[in-house]
T-cell receptor
Framework: GAGVSQTPSNKVTEKGKYVELRCDPI?????LYWYRQSLGQGPEFLIY????????DSGLPNDRFFAVRPEGSVSTLKIQRTERGDSAVYLC?????????????FGPGTRLTVL | AQSVAQPEDQVNVAEGNPLTVKCTYS??????LFWYVQYPNRGLQFLLK??????LVKGSYGFEAEFNKSQTSFHLKKPSALVSDSALYFC???????????FGTGTRLKVLA
C-alpha cells in the first residue's frame, strides 16, 4: 500500500517568507510526527499528534513554527518569517496507534532551503 | 539529559565479514529502542526494535541487535555484510511515558567489495 507522502519534495524560499509543508500519513494511522533533520544530524523531534490534537509540541523551536491536523489525517507544518537556520529536511512519520509497540513509518522528507 | 550516542561516524567492513554499528543511550527507566536505515534520497526505513523480552532482536534484511541493560547499549549487528547494506544507520530511543523519540547522529556504513 501507499506509504507516507510529503509535498513538496523541495522548497526554496527567501528569508522572511511563510512556508507550508504537507504530510499525508498512511491511511488509518492515528499518530503523526514531525521531525527536522539538519545536515550531518539525526532527526530532531518537533511535534506529535494523536488524532487531531497535538499531544506533544515541546520540540517546536519557537512560535514561528506551528502544525495542524484538522481532520486527523493530513498534517501541515507552517513556518512563519523563515530564517536561514530553518534550512533542513523536514520529515513526517506516522504509526497505527500510540501504543508502545507501534512502529513509525517515515516519509521521504521535504528539503527546505531558506536563502 | 536523555540522549543517544553513536560513537562512530563511519564504519568500513569488507563484504562477507560481520558488522557492528554501536549505539549507547542515557535514559531513565526502561526505554524502547529502535534502528532505522536511510538510503540516499529516501526516507528512514525501520529495521528493528526492542520493547521487552529477549535481549536479542532480529529484524529486516538479516540485521539483529542486542539490548544490554547494564551497558545501556543496543548495538546493531549482521553476520555477513553485503555491499547493498551501505547506508546511513540511526539508533533511536523512546523514553518511557513519552512519544518523543530521540535519534543518534547516525553512522555511515560502507561495505567494500
Amino acid at each position: 500500500g501507499a506509504g507516507v507522502s510529503q509535498t513538496p519534495s523541495n522548497k526554496v524560499t527567501e528569508k522572511g517568507k511563510y512556508v507550508e509543508l504537507r504530510c499525508d500519513p498512511i491511511s488509518g494511522h492515528t499518530a503523526l510526527y514531525w521531525y527536522r533533520q539538519s545536515l550531518g544530524q539525526g532527526p530532531e523531534f518537533l511535534i506529535y499528534f494523536q488524532g487531531t490534537g497535538a499531544a506533544d509540541d515541546s520540540g517546536l523551536p519557537n512560535d514561528r513554527f506551528f502544525a495542524v491536523r484538522p481532520e486527523g489525517s493530513v498534517s501541515t507544518l507552517k513556518i512563519q518569517r523563515t530564517e536561514r537556520g530553518d534550512s533542513a529536511v523536514y520529515l513526517c512519520a506516522s504509526s497505527l496507534h500510540n501504543r508502545d509497540t507501534d512502529t513509525q513509518y517515515f516519509g521521504p522528507g521535504t528539503r527546505l532551503t531558506v536563502l | 539529559a536523555q540522549s543517544v550516542a553513536q560513537p562512530e561516524d563511519q564504519v568500513n567492513v569488507a563484504e562477507g565479514n560481520p558488522l557492528t554499528v554501536k549505539c549507547t543511550y542515557s535514559v531513565s527507566g526502561n526505554p524502547y529502542l529502535f534502528w532505522y536505515v536511510q538510503y540516499p534520497n529516501r526516507g528512514l526505513q525501520f529495521l528493528l526494535k526492542y520493547i521487552t523480552g529477549d535481549n536479542l532482536v532480529k529484524g529486516s534484511y538479516g540485521f539483529e541487535a542486542e539490548f544490554n541493560k547494564s551497558q545501556t547499549s543496543f548495538h546493531l549487528k549482521k553476520p555477513s555484510a553485503l555491499v547493498s547494506d551501505s547506508a546511513l544507520y540511526f539508533c533511536a530511543v523512546r523514553p518511557p511515558g513519552t512519544y518523543k523519540y530521540i535519534f543518534g547522529t547516525g553512522t555511515r556504513l560502507k561495505v567494500l567489495a
